[in-house]
């Protein structure tokens, strides 16, 4: 009897046993972060790359300081195509009245002086009229005129009636420059009003040579004076105003040259020189505008309001740069792999991923600019880093 009872309690000791080693077993792995001695896991370390000489040797990594070079430094900069104001026309009319006939189309180049459309308005048939009646009228003013000087050279005449028939002719000649000016300003002959010829429409001429824009109105709408019926824009003196910030504005001069990407066309390459500074902050991004003319010899579709990114070349400075094998690029960013530590005993390296901003790129040199502040005469892997980004990327797809 008392040997039974001690061999159950043997059994109920040993389970227990076994119970509690598989409650500790899991409780190690739950916490997972820290080993037993309370050091960092894997997956808490930064991402580093231990390289025996032997490897170096091999996959041809060559480490070095990052130097200062004598680079043509550049600044980035983001705007827009735009045209100067006197290459930009709104086609606008004098008199209301309306439209009879539309001459051109949207896109329609145009010269100078060109029938645009045509206007039809009952006032102007007023207006050449009352030009007539002071033509005739003026034949006897000035005929009164004439007589009374003569009576007043001879000393026959009165003073007062001399000078009512000259105020006469003076403002009757006033009233029939002032008609002929209206017509003139109309776009018509006022030569052809006095030989009879009249007028009960008057052309819309474009003010400038270019391209028809966007057509605001259509025939037979009736359009209020000063109403702006199209427009249209000279691309030939089209040029790029660049939103320069004030950290690089001291760096920005004129005659500097810029190249252009055009981001919404296959980012093609156009070059110009800057030819104006603005001297006043804009209100809300406290950048100053700068504007550049651009050299568009290869006639390339430029079009006001294309957003383009501007390398405005500054000048050779003195910059910190690598070899350009040294920077390798992974999704969209750009790193550099620096040394963070060498083993005494093996000569072991320890490589460590750095992200960079990369400028100029000049005589096999590359412009970096550390997103994080480096240890001071850190060295890089000046050759070689291609085979350190893929083994990091390797080494994290085993993790």
């Known amino acids: 009897m008392n040997f039974q009872r001690y061999k159950q309690i043997t059994v109920t000791f040993i389970i227990g ?20 001695t309370g050091a960092e896991t894997a997956e808490e370390m930064p991402a580093k790359l231990v390289l025996t000489p032997g490897q170096m040797e091999t996959v041809g990594i060559v480490t070095g300081p990052i130097v200062q070079k004598n680079l043509d430094s550049v600044i980035k900069a983001n705007g827009q195509l735009a045209v100067p104001p006197q290459n930009k026309a709104d086609v606008s009319i004098l008199s209301g009245g309306i439209i009879s006939h539309i001459s051109v189309i949207e896109g329609q180049e145009v010269k100078r002086g060109q029938l645009l459309a045509t206007i039809s308005n009952q006032d102007l048939i007023k207006i050449q009229q009352d030009y007539l009646a002071a033509k005739n009228n003026f034949s006897y003013v000035q005929a009164e005129y004439d007589r009374q000087k003569q009576l007043q050279a001879a000393g026959a005449g009165t003073g007062k009636s001399f000078q009512a028939s000259e105020a006469t002719y003076n403002a009757e000649r006033s009233r029939i420059a002032s008609y002929e000016t209206q017509l003139s300003q109309l776009g018509i002959s006022a030569a052809k009003i006095s030989n009879g010829h009249t007028e009960s429409q008057f052309p819309v001429l474009s003010p400038i040579g270019g391209t028809v824009g966007q057509i605001t109105s259509n025939t037979g709408a009736f359009v209020q004076p000063g109403t702006s019926i199209m427009e249209v824009v000279d691309n030939s003196k089209i040029h790029c105003d660049l939103t320069i ?33 603005n001297k006043s902050f804009e209100n809300e991004s406290k950048g100053v505008t700068v504007h550049a003319v651009i050299n568009n010899k290869s006639q390339k579709n430029l079009i006001p309001g294309m957003y383009v990114t501007a390398l405005i070349s500054t000048g050779k400075r003195l910059t910190s740069a ?73 080494g994290a797809e085993e993790e």
């Not at 119970?19 to 077993?25: E, N, P, Q, R």
């Open 17 to 36: 046993l076994a119970l509690a080693s598989c409650s500790g077993k899991s409780g190690n792995e739950e916490a997972g972060s820290k080993d037993p």
């Open 322 to 394: 690598v070899p350009v094998d040294a920077v390798v690029r992974s999704e969209g960013r750009q790193f550099i792999f620096i040394v963070v530590a060498e083993n005494v005993k093996t000569n072991a390296i320890t490589f460590k991923k750095a992200e960079v901003a990369t400028g100029v790129t000049e005589l096999g040199y590359i412009q970096i600019k550390p997103l994080e502040p480096l240890p001071q005469n850190v060295k890089v892997a000046l050759k070689g880093a291609f085979y350190l980004q893929s083994k990091a990327a390797g």
């Open 245 to 277: 910030f004030e950290k690089d504005l001291l760096h920005v001069k004129l005659g500097q040259t810029v190249n252009f990407q055009l981001t919404n066309q296959d980012n093609q390459l156009i070059t110009g020189t800057i030819n104006g500074i």
